[in-house]
């Protein structure tokens, strides 16, 4: 058998949810050269990942790497791949201390061998071609997989980048390239599940529009296992986008379709849909997806990352629910993991949790912070959305929610621009719970003005000094200010006289042409007045001091009975073009 044949019969055990035939394949008596030898190994660990056989995975890894020859690209990529996909269903050794070079100290080089398989990656560009391209292709998903199992999203955005290097332009012209694993002329089914990897990773890292679009494509086909694990990507995706109505419809498809949780696939199926309920605020029916996936109370058959996720899920439920008890249980059953790099950002943020829901702000705010610098460490985007959330939180309860608006603020506007619209809107809850708004978007304008700001504007147009609108209005001057910014940022102003201008343009209204003429000078203070310009840059275009071009505006006002600089901005407007 070729290690073609050896990988597609794998895989096809692999995606009838049968990863125990695909180890006894694995294991079957063969003659086999050191470097085929090593291969099965790979293969058979990766398929005992799949069947939550932790430990045993990372054996078999341990022993293909001994095997391996130094110089077979595909496998000693793949054998390095499966070793830290294997670590992530496994406690730690040496924990936080340790770090990531304790995953395999004693098979490999630095004792990390997922940076040592993305190091590798670039040798496999002699390989690509020929029945090689498809050993090279899963060589690459598989470096990505075990970034993402393992929570390390950064790496799995660099296996995916240096992935493409390898396979872009060498697999022949686009239109001529072969499907993933094709047997006689058919793509092999597992070629879908690479592609739902890259929406994966997409959505975990908070780039949810290129996500949308890559989903939308995905294909949509036999076997029932790809049909269910696209639905549940597309859960994933949709929840993460706030598209509330899309998602329940495909949750009641994935409840009625009932998979048997019994693999990382098929968990992943209810895994996935958990997530994307929650990002949707769901947590009840997120939870009960997390319990079926996990196999017991505690979601013991999951991988590390995947067990502190529902674990963290578990707590939210029951702190929306004031059940402290419950919440201290959930998160009594998260704590072993708190020295694992792979699930301490999360554990950090359930002890947020738990510490705001016993009244304890402070402490929720230093668990929260250390969240979120663990999850920033490893490009975890959406966890480290949800610290900074839950950071504001808490900084409100102990009556500190200045310090945390800007970042909140900061935080939207990053999701606005990825298509991250759940966090987004849980931002904006966050603020309105500080009694903040979210600046409206630069640009948009008196429609993105509530009806407050609106009366604001027009006495900012109108000249009006901030004093004299706390007056108008009886609120005070340090609220007249936040209005006049959010003001600003709807118009794309940078100063109170662009806002004059705009507000003209908005309103023209049907006036006449002045009747009274002005002189060159003043003709030209006028025209800047309606530009935007303040006073200053006015003056130093037309060559007078500000006092002067104050005295000029005077004049006009005076002249064409304008009460303000809109007055002014709108009667020059209503000058035909050829008399100006």
Same mark, same amino acid.
């Given at each position: 058998?070729?290690?073609?044949?050896?990988?597609?019969?794998?895989?096809?055990? !692999?995606?009838?949810?049968?990863?125990?035939?695909?180890?006894?394949?694995?294991?079957?008596?063969?003659?086999?050269?050191?470097?085929?030898?090593?291969?099965?190994?790979?293969?058979?660990?990766?398929?005992?990942?799949?069947?939550?056989?932790?430990?045993?995975?990372?054996?078999?890894?341990?022993?293909?790497?001994?095997?391996?020859?130094?110089?077979?690209?595909? #496998?000693?990529? @793949?054998?390095?791949?499966?070793?830290?996909?294997?670590?992530?269903?496994?406690?730690?050794?040496?924990?936080?201390?340790?770090?990531?070079?304790?995953?395999?100290?004693?098979?490999?080089?630095?004792?990390?061998?997922?940076?040592?398989?993305?190091?590798?990656?670039?040798?496999?560009?002699?390989?690509?071609?020929?029945?090689?391209?498809?050993?090279?292709?899963?060589?690459?998903?598989?470096?990505? /997989?075990?970034?993402?199992?393992?929570?390390?999203?950064?790496?799995?955005? /660099?296996?995916?980048?240096?992935?493409?290097? #390898?396979?872009?332009?060498?697999?022949?012209?686009?239109?001529?390239?072969?499907?993933?694993?094709?047997?006689?002329?058919?793509?092999?089914?597992?070629?879908?599940?690479?592609?739902?990897?890259?929406?994966? !990773?997409?959505?975990?890292?908070?780039?949810?529009?290129?996500?949308?679009?890559?989903?939308?494509?995905?294909?949509?086909?036999?076997?029932?296992?790809?049909?269910?694990?696209?639905?549940?990507?597309?859960?994933?995706?949709?929840? *993460?986008?706030?598209?509330?109505?899309?998602?329940?419809?495909?949750?009641?498809?994935?409840?009625?379709?009932?998979?048997?949780?019994?693999?990382?696939?098929?968990?992943?199926?209810?895994?996935?849909?958990?997530?994307?309920?929650?990002?949707?605020?769901?947590?009840?029916?997120?939870?009960?997806?997390?319990?079926?996936?996990?196999?017991?109370?505690? %979601?013991?058959?999951?991988?590390?990352?995947?067990?502190?996720?529902?674990?963290?899920?578990?707590? @939210?439920?029951?702190?929306?629910?004031?059940?402290?008890?419950?919440?201290?249980?959930?998160?009594?059953?998260?704590?072993?993991?708190?020295?694992?790099?792979?699930?301490?950002?999360?554990?950090?943020?359930?002890?947020?949790? @738990?510490?705001?829901?016993?009244?304890?702000? /402070?402490?929720?705010? !230093?668990?929260?912070?250390?969240?979120?610098?663990?999850?920033?460490?490893?490009?975890?985007? %959406?966890?480290? &959305?949800?610290?900074?959330?839950?950071?504001?939180? &808490?900084?409100?309860?102990?009556?500190?929610?200045?310090?945390?608006?800007?970042?909140?603020?900061?935080?939207?506007?990053?999701?606005?621009?990825?298509?991250?619209?759940?966090?987004?809107?849980?931002?904006?809850?966050?603020?309105?719970?500080?009694?903040?708004?979210?600046?409206?978007?630069?640009?948009?304008?008196?429609?993105?003005?509530?009806?407050?700001?609106?009366?604001?504007?027009?006495?900012?147009?109108?000249?009006?000094?901030?004093?004299?609108?706390?007056?108008?209005?009886?609120?005070?001057?340090?609220?007249?200010?936040?209005?006049?910014?959010?003001?600003?940022?709807?118009?794309?102003?940078?100063?109170?006289?662009?806002?004059?201008?705009?507000?003209?343009?908005?309103?023209?209204?049907?006036?006449?042409?002045?009747?009274?003429?002005?002189?060159?000078?003043?003709?030209? %203070?006028?025209?800047? #007045?309606?530009?935007?310009?303040?006073?200053?840059?006015?003056?130093?275009?037309?060559?007078?001091?500000?006092?002067?071009?104050?005295?000029? !505006?005077?004049?006009?006002?005076?002249?064409?009975?304008?009460?303000?600089?809109?007055?002014?901005?709108?009667?020059?407007?209503?000058?035909?073009?050829? *008399?100006?």
């Amino acid at each position: 058998m070729t290690r073609r044949a050896d990988l597609s019969i794998v895989l096809d055990a !692999i995606i009838a949810s049968e990863p125990d035939a695909a180890v006894d394949y694995c294991r079957a008596p063969r003659t086999a050269t050191p470097a085929d030898q090593a291969y099965l190994l790979a293969l058979e660990c990766v398929a005992l990942f799949m069947a939550a056989q932790f430990d045993t995975a990372a054996e078999r890894a341990d022993a293909a790497l001994a095997l391996c020859p130094p110089d077979d690209a595909v #496998v000693h990529v @793949t054998a390095l791949a499966a070793r830290a996909l294997a670590q992530a269903g496994r406690p730690f050794p040496l924990g936080l201390a340790g770090g990531w070079s304790a995953t395999a100290p004693t098979s490999t080089v630095t004792g990390d061998p997922l940076r040592e398989a993305l190091d590798a990656l670039p040798s496999l560009d002699g390989d690509v071609g020929g029945d090689d391209i498809d050993l090279v292709r899963f060589a690459c998903y598989l470096v990505a /997989e075990a970034a993402l199992a393992g929570a390390r999203l950064d790496r799995a955005d /660099e296996a995916l980048t240096a992935g493409a290097a #390898v396979l872009d332009g060498r697999a022949g012209p686009p239109e001529g390239r072969r499907s993933f694993l094709e047997v006689d002329g058919i793509a092999h089914d597992y070629g879908s599940v690479l592609e739902i990897l890259t929406v994966r !990773i997409l959505t975990f890292r908070g780039r949810v529009s290129e996500a949308k679009l890559l989903v939308a494509e995905l294909p949509d086909t036999a076997p029932v296992l790809v049909h269910q694990l696209r639905s549940a990507t597309e859960i994933l995706v949709r929840g *993460n986008a706030a598209e509330r109505a899309q998602v329940r419809a495909l949750a009641d498809g994935l409840d009625a379709a009932s998979p048997v949780p019994r693999d990382y696939l098929t968990r992943g199926c209810f895994l996935l849909a958990a997530f994307g309920l929650v990002a949707l605020g769901d947590t009840r029916r997120a939870a009960r997806f997390a319990l079926t996936a996990g196999g017991d109370l505690a %979601v013991s058959q999951l991988t590390t990352v995947d067990r502190a996720l529902c674990l963290e899920l578990l707590v @939210t439920v029951a702190a929306d629910e004031g059940d402290r008890d419950a919440a201290e249980a959930w998160a009594a059953l998260a704590r072993p993991l708190d020295d694992d790099p792979i699930a301490a950002s999360t554990v950090q943020r359930i002890c947020a949790r @738990t510490a705001l829901l016993a009244g304890d702000p /402070e402490s929720a705010l !230093i668990f929260a912070e250390r969240a979120l610098d663990l999850a920033r460490t490893d490009g975890r985007v %959406v966890e480290e &959305a949800q610290a900074e959330v839950l950071a504001a939180r &808490a900084r409100r309860e102990v009556a500190d929610p200045d310090s945390g608006s800007a970042r909140l603020v900061a935080l939207a506007a990053a999701a606005e621009n990825t298509g991250h619209v759940s966090v987004r809107q849980a931002a904006v809850r966050e603020l309105r719970a500080s009694g903040r708004r979210l600046p409206p978007k630069a640009g948009v304008g008196w429609d993105g003005l509530s009806p407050r700001e609106r009366d604001v504007a027009l006495m900012v147009a109108d000249g009006l000094r901030n004093v004299e609108i706390a007056a108008a209005l009886h609120v005070s001057e340090h609220t007249v200010r936040g209005h006049v910014s959010r003001v600003l940022a709807a118009f794309g102003a940078a100063t109170r006289f662009v806002v004059a201008a705009r507000m003209a343009e908005l309103f023209p209204g049907e006036l006449e042409p002045p009747s009274v003429p002005l002189t060159p000078q003043l003709m030209a %203070v006028a025209v800047r #007045v309606a530009d935007g310009l303040g006073n200053a840059e006015i003056g130093q275009q037309v060559g007078v001091s500000t006092k002067t071009v104050e005295k000029y !505006i005077a004049e006009i006002q005076r002249r064409w009975q304008a009460g303000s600089r809109v007055g002014i901005a709108r009667r020059v407007r209503s000058i035909p073009n050829e *008399n100006e």
